[in-house]
């Protein structure tokens, strides 16, 4: 955002600018959700690319007013192409003085910062660990563009007459704060108008009322001497089509039900309620229609064993948890490697250890996906990259699951999973077809059948209860190979460990090779996974305009890696791996290809800057 | 229209498993048909073989195609079971059985699943997925081996070994309360509960048919000698002259009597307790008369309550009523939400909540 002039003129002048970052922030109760959630609504429609990040609280229902009952939406919309939902703040609407305090820091310098100046009262501010009022304190906030609103005062004004509540009245305050900023951005309000309208249909006086509070907040911006400029954003060069706002996880239970409905046959989703995952369970068994079955385990354990058994039965099978729940699924995912079963394991990652930070984003959870299991115990272990990506990766990740007979891991992380990004929809007719086949024959010479009798990609056959004559039993014990029975024969053991893990390693045949962004070769390869992609992709972007020589290759395919990884790594000189962990990433692909990669880690619970990405690209440069 | 395909494929399916079982000549099977080729390794005079005996024998009797049949195990001697069986089968992990059945006979209704489990197995380890998939009634037969030992770790004491149980790891005698695997199953809600004994071959026989036919869980303890581990454990029940003592075999409809000249019998004293008394001195209708099909389960725990020596212990069906199963009312959800929202359309789903169009 630009410098502003301090313009005299009446007419209040309209600037343009490229893209812009918003956050709000208030107590639990504010609504600042969803004045976030509309104002992407309203810049989606309006044409602007649009990336989202909600920051709840880990508590349910913190004192109000207190520090820890503060939650946010940060929300970037642009002109152009953008991949992440900004790192530091253009506008911070502060509600109270708790979400000041514990904001702030986050917004720019010379950034506008609007207030809700009735709620500084005493208690507030005590609540919020203040000694003096901010507000009246000229240093505070002397590097920013303050604008104190009375809001309260403001929305009761506005809705005088309609016979609310103060405590009602008191609830339009975010639709206020809301108008205030579309009129600053010039927006056109007609969608949350025509979405107020329609979600209080049924209680007119509220919808009036906020209706009102919407239209007291524009003209607060258009009619006050406090604003003196707004600014406008042009919508950017999408490609034409029909988009859809989507987050990870309603991503990921998208494209669970395509996946089934592409191969014919029906979804089984085992679960057990855990964040950032139950809203993965919670979206699916809205799907039942598209034949998906939804279970409610007792534990984590259940919801892994129960997802066993349907594989089992021949259903398309899936669980999803975080860190925690995956500790307690371990024993069961290692019986699916065993028993060569497809299903799906997603890890929603969040901050640990043990309970950690529940509702913060890492990816501190790859060592227990990839190694986190007794034995030599292989998978496929797949990472979603941004909210939109978890659709195909879902598709993904059962597709090489039944086609290689194998459970896959899918890794997502809070970031994506509660982020949001438009999604371009997808022509129904354009998804690839998934094949589940089902022998229904003998195998065997005579007229047997032989469970782990393998084909060229060593993977067996997936015969299912209720095909007569090919009864067979499968268990955790170590088998022979062929006929699956049991089998203890030290030889025949080195030799299934090593079946199984060359066939993950065969699946590198069948996934992309790895492509970089940038160029070919060069000084520096930046080298990434999972949600940190867009914060990666933005910091090479502005590093190579900046005249550097660097490149961004970003890992989707972790078990086995692109069969040509070490190609890739092969044309730069150095290799610097960022990770919200200590560096898991890294020690594997230094165990495996022996390079020389170097970490930059960051375990705080939030996603990377791509200031703070830039400068150390830098560092590694000089 | 893809659902439709899906819908098509199902009922093809059923309709193959039905037509299997009624008018296309079903092969007259045998307990040698139910018999894999494995070597069995249960340890000699094990009681595992009496009940793998006993249900090789009542699976042909079924009316079920051997196809649609599937044997879920967790770990134990006992949890070997499945792979003696010629059907489909799971050896699966420690205590884990009932749920991955669960998720199983949920994806695949049509099936007939037994769980074969054992005291640790079920009650140790297994608790909680043994407690909740009796309370959903899921149509599963859960027969558990109950040897009051640690077989396969090979003697240490269970949640069913009584008190003062000297075994490996409680050599100076088990200081743990034991439970009644009857009353748990019955405070979780059963619809079907039963007990009988490895070696009385004609009880177990029909004990496990009363299981095969019920709809929804039916759970089944067997007392089961571990001859090696706590050998003679159940004499009192499985001794020929001895059990008609110590035991009382349970009819529906029938006052409890016992004793070898059937003299004795069960009475609810004033106080509420259960009590032995002689049929010289009460008339047989003041005697408890047992109900399987009683709704509230007070009547059920109280016989579970009956433990040996200080009571005779009832054998047979203690429970047997009608609730509907979890997995019908899964299938009926997923078909009452089709019917309403039509076979799921994709286009639909896809552009359904905060769209727009970039031109
Ligand atoms: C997770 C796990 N913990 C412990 C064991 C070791 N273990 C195997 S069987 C068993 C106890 C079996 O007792 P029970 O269920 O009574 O079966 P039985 O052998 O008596 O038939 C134990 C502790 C295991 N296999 N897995
Ligand atoms: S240890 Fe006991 S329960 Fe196990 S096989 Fe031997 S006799 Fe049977
Ligand atoms: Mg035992």
């Known amino acids: 955002m630009s410098t502003v002039d301090t313009a005299e003129a009446q007419e209040k002048e309209l600037q343009e600018v490229e893209s812009v970052v918003i956050r709000f922030c208030g107590d639990s109760g504010d609504g600042m959700q969803l004045a976030g959630t509309q104002f992407t609504n309203v810049s989606a429609v309006f044409g602007n690319d649009v990336s989202t990040l909600p920051d709840f609280p880990a508590e349910i229902r913190a004192p109000a007013g207190s520090l820890a009952g503060v939650s946010g939406f940060q929300l970037c919309f642009s002109s152009s192409e953008v991949f992440t939902p900004g790192d530091e703040v253009d506008t911070l609407v502060a509600m109270n003085p708790a979400a000041l305090k514990t904001n702030l820091r986050d917004l720019k310098r010379g950034g506008t910062l609007i207030v809700n100046e009735d709620a500084f009262d005493k208690a507030n501010l005590q609540k919020a660990h203040y000694g003096t009022n901010p507000l009246e304190d000229g240093d505070a906030l002397a590097a920013y563009r303050v604008h104190k609103v009375p809001m309260t005062r403001l929305t009761r004004d506005s809705v005088e007459g309609l016979g609310l509540t103060q405590?009602?009245?008191?609830?339009?305050?975010?639709?206020?704060?809301?108008?205030?900023?579309?009129?600053?951005?010039?927006?056109?309000?007609?969608?949350?108008?025509e979405w107020l309208t329609s979600k209080f249909s049924k209680h007119p006086s509220i919808a009036e009322a906020n209706l009102r509070a919407l239209k007291a907040g524009q003209n607060y911006g258009f009619s006050t001497e406090s604003f003196t400029v707004h600014y406008e954003v042009g919508?950017?060069?999408?490609?034409?089509?029909?988009?859809?706002?989507?987050?990870?996880?309603?991503?990921?239970?998208?494209?669970?039900?395509?996946?089934?409905?592409?191969?014919?046959?029906?979804?089984?989703?085992?679960?057990?309620?855990?964040?950032?995952?139950?809203?993965?369970?919670?979206?699916?068994?809205?799907?039942?229609?598209?034949?998906?079955?939804?279970f409610q385990a007792e534990d984590e354990i259940a919801a892994i064993t129960s997802v066993i058994g349907a594989a089992f039965?021949?259903?398309?099978?899936?669980?999803?948890?975080?860190?925690?729940?995956?500790?307690l699924k371990g024993e069961g995912i290692g019986l699916a490697v065993m028993t060569e079963l497809p299903l799906v394991i997603?890890?929603?990652?969040?901050?640990?250890?043990?309970?950690?930070?529940?509702?913060?984003?890492?990816?501190?959870?790859?060592?227990?996906?990839?190694?986190?299991?007794?034995?030599?115990?292989?998978?496929?272990?797949?990472?979603?990259?941004?909210?939109?990506?978890?659709?195909?990766?879902?598709?993904?990740?059962?597709?090489?699951?039944?086609?290689?007979?194998?459970?896959?891991?899918?890794?997502?992380?809070?970031?994506?999973?509660?982020?949001?990004?438009?999604?371009?929809?997808?022509?129904?007719?354009?998804?690839?077809?998934?094949?589940?086949?089902?022998?229904t024959e003998p195998n065997a010479n005579g007229d047997g059948y032989l469970p782990y009798l393998r084909d060229e990609n060593l993977v067996r056959p997936w015969a299912i209860p209720g095909t007569p004559g090919l009864e067979h039993r499968l268990g955790g014990i170590e088998k022979s190979d062929g006929t699956g029975n049991v089998d203890y024969d030290p030889k025949n053991h080195q030799h299934m460990v090593e079946t199984r893990q060359r066939k993950i390693d065969l699946i590198a045949n069948d996934i992309p090779e790895q492509t970089v962004f940038g160029p070919?070769?060069?000084?520096?390869?930046?080298?990434?996974?999972?949600?940190?992609?867009?914060?990666?992709?933005?910091?090479?972007?502005?590093?190579?305009?900046?005249?550097?020589?660097?490149?961004?290759?970003?890992?989707?395919?972790?078990?086995?890696?692109?069969?040509?990884?070490?190609?890739?790594?092969?044309?730069?000189?150095?290799?610097?791996?960022?990770?919200?962990?200590?560096?898991?990433?890294?020690?594997?692909?230094r165990g495996k290809y022996l390079v020389d990669a170097k970490g930059f880690n960051k375990i705080q619970g939030k996603p990377f800057l791509v200031s703070e990405l830039t400068t150390k690209i830098d560092e590694m440069l000089s | 229209m893809l659902i439709d395909l899906v819908r098509t494929l199902i009922t093809k399916k059923r309709t193959a498993a039905i037509m299997s079982m009624t008018d296309v000549e079903l092969p007259v099977l045998t307990a040698k048909d139910f018999a894999s080729d494995q070597e069995i390794r249960w340890c000699p005079r094990c009681g595992d073989y009496s009940i793998l005996a006993q249900m090789k024998k009542v699976l042909p009797t079924l009316g079920i195609p051997r196809e649609n049949i599937v044997f879920v195990s967790g770990i134990g001697c006992s949890s070997r079971f499945p792979y003696y069986m010629n059907t489909y089968g799971f050896h699966s992990i420690h205590g884990r059985a009932p749920a991955i059945a669960t998720g199983l006979k949920v994806a695949r209704p049509e099936l007939q699943v037994w769980v074969i489990t054992g005291d640790g197995d079920a009650l140790s380890i297994g608790g909680n997925h043994f407690m909740h998939a009796i309370r959903r009634n899921v149509d599963l037969k859960i027969i558990l081996f109950n040897n009051q030992i640690y077989g396969l770790t090979k003697g240490q004491y269970s949640p069913t070994s009584p008190l003062g149980k000297r075994t490996k790891s409680s050599p100076l005698g088990s200081v743990d309360y034991p439970l009644s695997p009857l009353s748990v199953a019955i405070g979780s809600e059963a619809t079907f509960v039963a007990r009988s004994v490895d070696v009385d071959i004609k009880h177990l026989t029909m004990v496990l048919e009363r299981a095969a036919a019920h709809k929804g869980t039916a759970f089944v303890e067997v007392y089961q000698d571990c001859n090696v581990f706590n050998s003679g454990a159940f004499e009192f029940a499985s001794k020929k002259d001895e059990k008609v003592e110590n035991c009382i075999y349970l009819e529906n409809g029938k006052p409890l009597i016992f004793g070898a000249n059937r003299d004795k019998g069960i009475r609810l004293n004033g106080k509420g307790e259960l009590e032995v008394v002689g049929l010289d001195e009460v008339k047989e209708d003041d005697l408890l008369f047992h109900d399987e099909t009683s709704k509230e389960p007070a009547h059920a725990f109280k016989l579970a309550r009956m433990r040996w020596p200080e009571m005779p212990e009832p054998m047979g069906v203690f429970r047997d009523i009608k609730k509907p199963t979890y997995d019908a009312a899964v299938q009926q959800q997923m078909e009452d939400a089709t019917a309403k929202n039509g076979g799921g359309d994709l286009e639909a789903l896809f552009n359904s909540g905060d769209t727009w169009e970039v031109k």
């Open chain 1, 313 to 327: 039965g021949g259903a398309l099978s899936v669980t999803a948890s975080s860190g925690p729940g995956i500790a």
């Open chain 1, 235 to 294: 919508p950017a060069a999408l490609p034409a089509g029909r988009y859809r706002k989507m987050t990870g996880n309603e991503a990921l239970a998208f494209g669970l039900a395509t996946a089934a409905r592409l191969a014919n046959t029906e979804l089984f989703f085992g679960g057990y309620p855990i964040t950032p995952a139950s809203d993965i369970l919670h979206e699916l068994s809205k799907l039942k229609h598209f034949g998906v079955k939804t």
């Open chain 1, 167 to 193: 405590r009602e009245a008191d609830r339009c305050k975010n639709i206020f704060a809301l108008g205030l900023v579309y009129w600053l951005y010039d927006r056109d309000a007609t969608p949350t108008e």
């Open chain 1, 346 to 439: 997603i890890n929603v990652q969040r901050g640990g250890p043990s309970t950690g930070l529940p509702t913060k984003t890492e990816q501190s959870d790859l060592f227990l996906s990839y190694f986190g299991r007794n034995g030599d115990c292989p998978l496929v272990l797949l990472a979603a990259q941004s909210p939109a990506d978890c659709f195909d990766m879902a598709q993904e990740a059962l597709r090489l699951a039944v086609n290689h007979m194998t459970p896959v891991f899918l890794l997502t992380d809070g970031y994506i999973a509660n982020g949001a990004e438009p999604w371009p929809i997808p022509n129904v007719e354009d998804l690839k077809p998934i094949k589940v086949v089902h022998p």
């Open chain 1, 520 to 589: 070919e070769s060069g000084e520096l390869l930046v080298v990434s996974w999972g949600g940190t992609y867009g914060a990666v992709r933005t910091a090479v972007d502005r590093s190579i305009k900046a005249g550097k020589s660097v490149a961004h290759c970003h890992i989707r395919y972790i078990s086995p890696f692109p069969r040509n990884l070490q190609e890739v790594f092969g044309n730069y000189k150095k290799i610097l791996i960022p990770e919200l962990n200590m560096g898991q990433l890294r020690l594997i692909i």
